[in-house]
């Protein structure tokens, strides 16, 4: 079994700075790119950004230049440093992560999810 377990979402004044974070366990073979998505009331889910296993990285025009994603092979954690925080990044986060898992002989990649930390940015 494969977990994501996320935290470190919660309120914060617009200007501010929050750090997500987002820890894989269970029986994992590999990780490729871990993304976060956000998902505001009302709206679809959307990309916000990505990392690749190699540290490439990628991120909506909205957050350039205001959120850095990083992750932590090691221990098998993704990162969203989030700062000068404005009141339209309020949303649920959610990290996403396509890891290896193996089933006797086979191998293979799934998408996981995790249960969502709600980021409010508000005065």
């Known amino acids: 079994q494969v977990q994501l377990v996320e935290s470190g979402g919660g309120l914060v004044q617009p200007g501010g700075s929050l750090r997500l974070s987002c820890a894989a366990s269970?029986?994992?073979?590999?990780?490729?790119?871990m993304d976060w998505y956000r998902q505001a009331p009302g709206k679809q889910r959307e990309l916000v950004a990505t990392i690749t296993s190699s540290g490439s990285t990628n991120y909506a025009d909205s957050v350039k230049g205001r959120f850095t994603i990083s992750r932590d092979n090691a221990k098998n954690t993704v990162y969203l440093q989030m700062n000068s925080l404005k009141p339209e990044d309020t949303a649920v986060y959610y990290c996403?992560?396509?890891?290896?898992?193996?089933?006797?002989?086979?191998?293979?990649?799934?998408?996981?999810w995790g249960q969502g930390t709600q980021v409010t940015v508000s005065s």
């Open positions: 269970g029986s994992i073979f590999g990780i490729n790119d």
């Open positions: 996403n992560a396509e890891i290896w898992t193996r089933e006797g002989a086979t191998w293979g990649t799934s998408d996981y």
